[in-house]
């Protein structure tokens, strides 16, 4: 929260000009040209069918966005009057009442800087004059001496690694094109007369149980003198008189506490913060802060070598997703829709995301909130896929980046690692310019890497670790990961882009899985947010221009036919792409989670999506949760339980494994139930048993199937629960072969809805009861089109066995039984088939 003496924000309605406009239309501030136009019905939305095509013209264009402001003369007479912009995108002069002020050439870097100079009493100007990011990337990509390539995708704007911007605004292997420009965040001037804070950046540390503070605090000071500094954290004072002289100060402070209580990821404790307040000369600056031990431990083993964050002593699974920017339109993106993906995070059990770097740094307001809900960070810089120039003016620019970026998070508990990109060293192999004069490359690599992302990083914040890239082989190792699972990161996508069947999950054991996925269709009611029915088709040109994987929508249809009968419609397409998207991310997370000693961490790419369209994420674009997001909640609770099936080379018995897992932090006795059932609907056999379950372990149980049984594809339902609280339990099933084999009979599921009418939150809306009389597998629900905000979905039923599922509807929303059951489908995998 920062204050000054007195301040005027210009954020609002300001004008926005261009050649393809005949006039000037309106623009709000902060937000973005794109979303201007947008509004003002100069081109259709660019998300609706094809017309994103009809958009890559705009990215050649100039814009001018202005706005006018009075200055009454109280304020005009401020000799201090600091203008400052969170994020100016991209190449952009700022003129202020015509006179140039600042040339802006990175989006990574807020501006601040003194306009006192420029302003008058009265009527003033601001403008921002943009110039084309693609245009002024394609320049600067012709004068450098040598080509420098990146990723090339179906619908892009070339060169994108010239430019400081948001990578992915360029296009991605799952969104559009859109180099649109604009000012976000805070648009605001503080004026004082005496002094102004311009740098306060706060690194809190612990030294055995005392909490320290330090403080990095740069002031400007127009009238030398005596000023009183104050600092506050938590209940605990201090001052100091500090006399200075005219000009610029940079001081280093500190304040301490003891005892503080520490920060956990959620699952492991709670969040407790403190705040911290820096007051001087009616300038203040107040923020939540915390404290907590962190290491990231890298020790060898009998593997190879850990990959193990170690938070307040305790070797911690990580378990989570990627995250990337919420919407391509930066104006279309909230803090609320951030809330909300990152409550879902939490709701489904994780405890770690990574910000990835295509995207973007996030506000101060993301990192807050997952300071206060324990969600731990993967902060990547913003490189990805690409190489990178090296030249002398790219180098300072990306080193006040990532200074500016680390000073303004790194009091953040929530951020736990610094990572240099995403897949660049991967990157060095990829093209034929790198293959044929790879030394060229590596001294760029190095130098923007090591040279000045890495030298920066351990400068601006020794707290944490760096690591140099993901995935990469370890810190002062710069060797390429991919197929590496003894130590460092690994981003494993054998399976999905490799084309390996789900068991090759097995075949690897990560140390620490930063990225595998898979992906699947959207929602229908998503699809109907960009295609008219008559193109409800996976391969109509509208439903192929929403997949950006050149081979996505063939692979998501050939891997139905491997595992599953052909579907019979495209609901049941969409239904068992969401299974098998599901079941992908479930083995891979259930295998590696039984190896706890070995893999540390599991983040599913990807959490999020910038569009409506096919992608790997496990919610959609207007936020709803897809069949993956309710079996995340699942494979990544603390208490869970899950079976697999090993191949035997020819002859020798299939081998059977079933594994607990707990991550609570005290020992559990558990009960678990186990029963066989055959396709049919017979119980075959069952084993009751209980286990005392260690914190923090997998194990494997031996109550296995006789072998015998195993001829008779079963399916085994698992009940795992804790005897001390019952309403920590899972459930799971193991079909022994792949779905499509089992001769499942037609089930016939019974539906009973009722009103539910309580006054507390989520306590009003349908609920809904299910059963069924023969073994019902895979059981979705979706309402008007979307799996999203039932209680939970894609689950079994048992023959005989009643499931109450509840749809929480606000009151005045609530509807009948009769009106939801119209609008109600119940998918299952036996009725998915032609
Ligand atoms: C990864 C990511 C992304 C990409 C994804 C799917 O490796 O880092 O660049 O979108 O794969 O292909």
Not at 98 to 117: T, Y
Not at 249 to 276: F, K, V
Not at 636 to 646: K, N, R, T
Request: hydrophobic letters at 40%; a negative charge.
């Amino acid at each position: 929260m920062p204050h000054s003496a007195a301040q005027i924000n210009l954020a609002g309605t300001w004008q926005l000009q261009g050649a393809p406009l005949p006039a000037p239309i309106d623009i709000e501030i902060p937000g973005d040209v794109y979303s201007a136009l947008i509004k003002a019905q100069i081109a259709p939305h660019p998300y609706w069918g094809r017309n994103e095509l009809a958009w890559l013209k705009f990215a050649k264009e100039c814009w001018t966005i202005r706005r006018s402001f009075e200055l009454s003369q109280e304020l005009a007479s401020n000799s201090l009057a600091y203008l400052s912009i969170y994020a100016i995108d991209t190449c952009a002069a700022l003129l202020i009442n015509g006179q140039p002020v600042h040339e802006n050439r990175s989006m990574f870097i807020p501006l601040l800087c003194n306009v006192a100079p420029y302003l008058r009493r009265g009527a003033n100007q601001l403008e921002v004059q943009f110039e084309s990011a693609e245009l002024y990337a394609a320049a600067r990509a012709a004068r450098h001496p040598y080509p420098v390539p990146t990723s090339q995708f179906p619908v892009q704007s070339s060169h994108r690694n010239f430019v400081r911007k948001v990578q992915c605004h360029a296009g991605w292997d799952w969104g559009p094109a859109l180099m649109t420009a604009g000012l976000y965040g805070q648009v605001v001037i503080d004026f004082n007369r005496a002094l102004a804070i311009e740098q306060c950046s706060a690194l809190p540390t612990l030294r055995g149980s005392q909490g320290e503070v330090q403080l990095m605090l740069q002031l400007f000071c127009q009238q030398p003198g005596s000023y009183s500094l104050q600092l506050r954290l938590g209940e605990r004072q201090q001052q100091r008189t500090l006399q200075l002289e005219a000009g610029r100060h940079t001081l280093q402070e500190s304040i301490s506490i003891d005892n503080p209580q520490l920060w956990w990821p959620a699952g492991y404790g709670s969040q407790p913060r403190y705040q911290l307040t820096c007051e001087i000369a009616g300038n203040l600056r107040s923020w939540p802060l915390a404290f907590r031990h962190l290491k990231l431990e890298s020790r060898e083993d009998r593997y190879g070598s850990l990959f193990q964050p170690i938070i307040n002593g305790m070797a911690i699974l990580s378990r989570g997703a990627n995250w990337i920017p919420t919407d391509a339109l930066p104006a279309a993106q909230s803090a609320a829709r951030s809330y909300h993906l990152l409550d879902s995070a939490v709701a489904a059990n994780m405890n770690m995301l990574r910000v990835w770097g295509g995207g973007q740094y996030e506000p101060n307001w993301f990192y807050e909130y997952c300071d206060s809900i324990g969600l731990m960070i993967w902060q990547d810089c913003m490189f990805s896929c690409s190489l990178y120039p090296a030249d002398s003016s790219f180098l300072s620019l990306v080193q006040q980046e990532v200074e500016c970026q680390l000073l303004r998070l790194r009091h953040h508990p929530s951020i736990v690692l610094w990572c240099g990109n995403n897949e660049n060293v991967g990157a060095l192999g990829w093209y034929e310019e790198s293959q044929r004069a790879r030394d060229r490359y590596i001294v760029d690599y190095d130098r923007l890497n090591e040279g000045v992302i890495g030298t920066t990083v351990r400068r601006v914040d020794p707290s944490r670790p760096f690591w140099p890239s993901s995935p990469c082989n370890g810190i002062d190792d710069y060797s390429d990961n991919w197929h590496d699972d003894s130590r460092g990161d690994m981003h494993y996508w054998s399976v999905w882009h490799e084309g390996k069947s789900f068991e090759a999950y097995r075949e690897v054991i990560p140390r620490f899985c930063s990225e595998f996925g898979f992906q699947s269709l959207p929602s229908l009611k998503s699809i109907a947010s960009y295609a008219d029915p008559h193109d409800w088709n996976p391969t109509s040109p509208v439903m192929e221009h929403h997949q950006r994987h050149p081979r996505g929508n063939s692979i998501i249809l050939e891997t139905i036919s491997r595992y599953f009968r052909f579907p019979k419609d495209l609901p049941n397409i969409i239904y068992l792409s969401q299974l098998q998207q599901a079941l992908a991310i479930q083995w891979a997370v259930e295998y590696w989670r039984a190896h706890r000693e070995r893999c540390a961490g599991m983040l599913y790419w990807q959490l999020n999506e910038v569009w409506p369209g096919a992608s790997w994420s496990s919610i959609e674009h207007n936020g709803d949760w897809k069949l993956l997001h309710y079996a995340a909640r699942r494979f990544y609770a603390p208490l869970h339980i899950a079976g697999y099936v090993e191949e035997a080379p020819r002859g020798a018995d299939r081998q059977q494994h079933i594994i607990l897992y707990s991550e609570l932090l005290e020992e559990t006795e558990c009960q678990v139930e186990l029963r066989w059932y055959s396709a049919a609907g017979r119980l075959l056999e069952k084993r009751d048993f209980s286990r005392r379950l260690q914190p923090r372990t997998a194990v494997e149980v031996e109550e296995l199937a006789p072998a015998q049984l195993r001829d008779l594809q079963p399916i085994l339902f698992m009940h795992l629960w804790s005897l001390q609280r019952p309403q920590l339990c899972a459930k799971n099933i193991l079909l022994y072969e792949a779905p499509k084999r089992y001769a499942l009979a037609k089930v016939n599921i019974e539906v009973a809805l009722a009103t539910m009418t309580g006054k507390a939150e989520g306590a009003s809306g349908i609920s809904i009861r299910l059963s069924a009389t023969q073994p019902a597998l895979y059981v979705a629900l979706a309402y008007q089109k979307s799996w999203s905000g039932f209680s939970d979905n894609l689950l079994h039923l048992l023959p005989g066995e009643e499931r109450q599922i509840n749809y929480p509807m606000p009151p005045e929303h609530l509807v009948t039984p009769e009106q939801f059951r119209s609008e109600l489908e119940i998918f299952d995998l036996a009725s998915s088939g032609l």
